[in-house]
């Protein structure tokens, strides 16, 4: 871990470790078909941010309407994006997370 010194403050610069994820996006067709896609985020946490980025082409991410990188935090108990339309594919991968973790710890 490598520490570095700012205005006499020493503080730790560790690069948290992604955790791979799959969460289904839903692709929106003619003739209101909704197809679910799998994709693999990785997601990083640190200081109760959440960074997650998508793991596939430019192409798909605008086909699907999703960003490069989705950040998210839990406030009281909610999901805050900074844009609210990825908040529903933000709690989908909380809850991923959340089921990997509990089959992790049995």
Do not use: W
């Not at 020493?10 to 067709?29: A, I």
């Not at 109760?48 to 980025?53: G, H, K, Q």
Request: proline letters at 7%; hydrophobic letters at 40%; one cysteine or more.
């Amino acid at each position: 871990m490598e520490t570095v010194t700012l205005n006499s403050t020493r503080l730790s610069r560790e690069q948290p470790t992604p955790v791979k994820v799959v969460v289904d996006v839903p692709l929106r067709k003619p003739g209101n078909v909704i197809d679910n896609i799998p994709i693999e985020f990785e997601v990083f946490h640190r200081n109760n941010l959440y960074t997650a980025v998508p793991r596939c082409s430019e192409e798909m991410m605008t086909l699907l309407n999703i960003a490069e990188i989705i950040s998210f935090r839990i406030v009281n108990g909610a999901v805050v994006t900074r844009k609210p339309k990825f908040k529903q594919l933000a709690e989908d991968i909380l809850n991923v997370l959340a089921a990997k973790t509990a089959t992790e710890v049995k």
